[in-house]
């Protein structure tokens, strides 16, 4: 799940770091799997909350697979359901495979641990990196590259130590 942001002026670090890092993250990635037994793919993945049941997944999918063909009315009778129930949000995950191993790799989570200061999954609120932002507030792009690199070498480091 993404940290929460507390302020704008964080919000709009948050939202100059990203797509960036986004981009840096595939592109090393890339470089790894050029020289690795591993294959990837890239797959879009739903993320539910937390303790979400499969039977409310299963309904939450529904309604929206409905939502599709409904007439107003009863688009708007959904929206009012959907409204109480737990919605996902878009993932983006890399799959990757070497012989009979299979690993997930979330790509926002890692982008999160590249924007983020000390970034967890289990860290409700974390801090923006600022050392990624330049005096003019702009992107530093050695410094996202060197962080973005280390990084994913630590992913792939961890899959050969599997």
Known sequence: MPPKINNSIAWQQAELL?????????????KHLDVSAWVGTYHDVLIWPANTTNETKAIVTQ????????????ADEIRETLAHLP???????????R??????IDLWELCYQVC?????PDVEAADIDTSLIDEMGEVDWQRLEDKTKELVGQVFARLSEG
């Not at 012989?99 to 997930?104: A, G, K, L, N, Y």
């Not at 983020?116 to 967890?120: G, K, N, R, T």
């Open 99 to 104: 012989q009979e191993q299979q690993v997930s």
């Open 87 to 97: 919605m996902p949000h878009p993932g983006y995950h890399l799959r990757l495979q």
């Open 116 to 120: 983020f200061l000390d970034y967890s």
């Open 18 to 30: 990203m797509q960036p890092a986004f981009i840096r993250v595939v592109d090393n990635i890339r």
């Open 63 to 74: 309604l929206l697979q409905e939502m599709e063909t409904a007439t107003p009315e009863q």
